[in-house]
């Protein structure tokens, strides 16, 4: 049995090298990533969009959802705290097979150069971001609990309405204290684009991926991975260093109360 | 003239009664000081008067009216407060957390809101330390911008919950100094405070509560000299004791 697979298997290598006229390459194939820089490239770029897209729902969503789960009472809070249940208790790839099967979204265009059908697309950032809110709302939701009552009795004892004083004195406190979270979830958020292979999209795993499954390319495999690896850590590693450099600059001077 | 009555005012918390029924009434320009115990419902009764606790029974009168036919931000622009815990706003300077009210609540322009700001920051002596962030404020100076936010909003009666309580005893006497300044000045206090050198000193009446109960009212010369109530005397007395 054995013996049969391993000689199906070279049989395939064999006839692929044929075919293509290509021999397997052995080792070092870093030609071979350089020489496709641009599907890498295109793939980096799709990623990046769909991080942005991902996480901008997820704030707009989560924070809300953070606010509500806060302030919030009867049958609206209890909505949005079961909605994060169940998005923070599915996987991620569940998720957006969900989303992009069980969603009426309409076939719709392909983008021109990053060649990405946007419906797919929409798919994705829809599970992303609904996904990264129910997260983010969490985020949210510990930074505004975490901001000192006092405040928020002082803010009233000056006359403001309770969302006066929630807009003036509690959400600026808490957008700062979130900062970290937001941080981890942006990370998050961005590594987690690589599932939207599972639905076809042409972000940068998938495009890896098919260089690689090409005809009589699986030896460069390792380098395909380690490229698109050192990708996405210079991409967290430099969007938390700005995010570092924002926070202090918007940090209350002498620190928080 | 009186501005605020409190008529058999009742609140509990679950199985504690924490107020059994307090009534005063105290003028424009009175500066009336609480006295008691620790548990005995001084501050709960601060935080009836501008609606942060709502009472379970009586009645509470602001210049004749009864507070609870008041919408609650109007009521409170008109009764401020001072906190023991400071409650500033962290992430406004000096100068921020006066002109928050004032632009947010008064409607004031930014520039208007500035001046005003700046003007009671002078009043409380700190001038100089506008720009500062309260984490960069000493406990004293924190509460003078405490009295200053409170102040600047122009309201008929201030209320002050402990207001040297969270401070180092060196820096009491900041704050003290700027309250004896409004009650010299005619501003019309409630001061809830184990001050008994503020409480002989400026105080025009002096209420000594215990168990949720007015147990004696009167000047403060009476109540430190001559107390009718024996709890008076006691209590008193070993309030002035700790301060020899």
Redesign the interface.
């Known amino acids: 049995m054995g013996l049969a697979l391993t000689g199906t298997a070279a049989l395939g290598v064999c006839d692929w090298a044929a075919t293509t006229g290509n021999p397997p390459l052995q080792t070092g194939d870093w030609a071979f990533v350089v020489g496709n820089w641009e599907v890498l490239l295109l793939g980096t770029l799709v990623t990046v969009l769909l991080t942005a897209t991902s996480l901008a729902l997820g704030f707009l969503a989560g924070f809300p959802a953070g606010t509500v789960e806060v302030y919030g009472t009867g049958r609206l809070r209890d909505a949005v705290s079961t909605a994060g249940v169940l998005l923070r208790g599915t996987p991620v790839v569940v998720l957006i097979v969900l989303f992009f099967f069980g969603l009426p979204i309409p076939r719709l265009l392909t983008l021109p150069v990053l060649d990405v059908r946007l419906d797919v697309f929409l798919a994705a950032t829809l599970a992303l971001g609904f996904r990264s809110a129910a997260y983010q709302s969490q985020v949210f939701r510990g930074a505004i609990q975490s901001i000192?009552e006092?405040?928020l009795?002082?803010?009233?004892?000056?006359?403001?309405?309770q969302r006066?004083a929630i807009r003036?004195?509690v959400f600026?406190?808490a957008v700062?204290r979130s900062i970290p979270g937001f941080q981890n979830e942006f990370t998050i958020v961005l590594k987690d684009t690589s599932v939207a292979f599972a639905i076809g999209l042409a972000e940068l795993l998938t495009r890896a991926e098919n260089l690689y499954l090409q005809p009589g390319r699986d030896t460069a495999i390792m380098e395909v991975i380690l490229a698109i690896s050192a990708i996405y850590f210079v991409l967290t590693f430099t969007t938390n260093r700005t995010i570092d450099y924002l926070g202090d600059a918007y940090a209350?001077?002498?620190?928080?109360? | 003239m009186t501005l605020l009555e409190l008529e058999g005012v009742r609140k509990s918390y679950e199985d504690e009664d924490v107020l059994r029924g307090v009534s005063f009434a105290m003028d424009r320009q009175d500066v009336e000081v609480i006295v008691g115990p620790s548990g005995s419902g001084k501050s709960t009764l601060l935080r009836c008067v501008n609606r942060l606790t709502e009472i379970d029974d009586g009645a509470i009168y602001l210049d004749g009216e009864e507070i609870h036919g008041i919408d609650e931000n109007d009521l409170r622009r008109r009764v401020g407060m001072v906190f023991q815990d400071f409650n500033l706003f962290a992430h406004r300077t000096a100068r921020g957390n006066v002109t928050l009210g004032l632009t947010a609540v008064l409607g004031l322009s930014k520039p208007e809101a500035v001046e005003r700001a700046d003007d009671y920051l002078d009043r409380v002596g700190l001038a100089d330390q506008a720009d500062s962030y309260p984490a960069e404020l000493s406990g004293g100076q924190k509460q003078r911008v405490g009295i200053a936010r409170a102040l600047a909003m122009d309201p008929e009666l201030i209320l002050f919950d402990e207001p040297t309580s969270a401070l180092d005893p060196e820096l009491i006497g900041e704050v003290l100094g700027v309250m004896r300044d409004l009650a010299e000045g005619g501003t019309t206090m409630l001061c809830v405070t184990h001050e008994m050198g503020f409480a002989r000193s400026a105080a025009s009446t002096l209420t000594f509560l215990d168990d949720g109960r007015v147990v004696e009212r009167g000047p403060p010369e009476q109540l430190f000299e001559n107390p009718r109530e024996d709890r008076t005397r006691s209590f008193l007395g070993q309030l002035t004791d700790l301060e020899r």
Do not use: C, F
């Not at chain 1, 009795?153 to 309405?161: E, I, L, Q």
């Open positions: 000192d006092g405040q009795a002082a803010a009233r004892s000056v006359g403001m309405t006066q003036h004195v600026p406190q700062r209350i001077p002498g620190g928080d109360e």
